[in-house]
């Protein structure tokens, strides 16, 4: 499997982990963007928020609940954002479907 994130939750390319449960597994971006930048990637291949299926909506509530938990264990207290990139325009780098979670600094709004 060439895929990096496939590899992260495999172990064979090492990354900090944060938490991880049957259905995922959540790691320390390597260029964090803020003080706590968090990624939460399905076990499962899904290769984007479009590929995602009826059958998988069950788990991204899960990614999201996760996300949320992180972020109250990280004293996310004042804010944090929870960001989904997919495709090409919505700047998606890593074609394994992942949930960002950043905080710990003002985020600005519109993104870029
Ligand atoms: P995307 O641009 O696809 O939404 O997000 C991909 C994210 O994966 C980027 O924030 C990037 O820094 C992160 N990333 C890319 N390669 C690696 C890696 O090998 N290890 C870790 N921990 N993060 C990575
Ligand atoms: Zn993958």
Redesign the pocket.
């Known amino acids: 499997m060439s895929c990096?994130?496939c590899q992260?939750v495999n172990g064979t390319?090492p990354?900090?982990a944060v938490y991880q449960d049957d259905q995922c597994y959540a790691?320390?971006?390597?260029?964090?963007?803020a003080p706590v930048?968090v990624?939460v990637v399905p076990r499962e291949h899904i290769a984007s928020l479009t590929d995602a299926e009826k059958s998988h909506h069950d788990l991204l509530g899960h990614l999201l609940g996760v996300a949320a938990e992180i972020a109250r264990t990280h004293a996310l207290s004042k804010g944090y954002r929870v960001?989904?990139?997919s495709g090409p325009d919505?700047?998606?780098?890593?074609?394994h479907l992942?949930v960002?979670l950043l905080g710990g600094r003002k985020l600005t709004w519109p993104p870029g």
């Open positions: 990096l994130f992260i390319i990354s900090k790691f320390a971006d390597i260029t964090p963007q930048h990624l960001v989904i990139n919505g700047g998606q780098s890593v074609d992942h960002h």
